[in-house]
């Protein structure tokens, strides 16, 4: 019951407030050109580091460059303009010439894929009784 009740209060589909929320985290990621993937901090979590290590450089890259990006308009309390923001959902540089290789929105994982598979194997390696592959230290 519980379960059903946690699925049906997340899913965007099914209930309304969670699509309002989903609507929200959108128009703001969209505001400063991020992805939601974006947001996990591989200092935080060593499986998030390993997955960023594992994806292709291509993909880190632009990762870096979106954050820096959103850290630079944060600063100076400014949004990406507006017409940046629709050629950005369009997949189409500032100067019309480039296209992009795909859409971008916000809810575009590149990410999530490869967390799952790194989850796994810290989960197998913890059943099978192997030390961890990494351990967070104090220095």
Do not use: C
Not at 19 to 43: E, F, V
Not at 111 to 124: D, F, T, W, Y
């Amino acid at each position: 019951m519980a379960s059903s009740f946690s699925r049906w209060l997340v899913d965007p589909k099914k209930n309304p407030l969670a699509a309002i929320h989903k609507k929200t985290i959108s128009s703001r990621l969209r505001n400063y050109g991020l992805r939601y993937d974006d947001l996990y901090d591989p200092m935080y979590d060593l499986d998030v580091k390993e997955a960023l290590n594992r994806i292709p450089r291509e993909i880190v890259d632009a990762r870096n460059q979106r954050l820096l990006r959103a850290m630079d308009l944060s600063m100076k309390h400014q949004y990406l303009p507006e017409d940046l923001q629709v050629f950005h959902l369009l997949g189409i540089h500032k100067n019309f010439n480039q296209l992009l290789q795909a859409m971008q929105t916000p809810f575009r994982s590149y990410l999530q894929e490869m967390l799952a598979l790194v989850k796994r194997e810290n989960a197998e390696r913890e059943a099978l009784g192997a030390l961890p592959l990494y351990q967070r230290t104090l220095p």
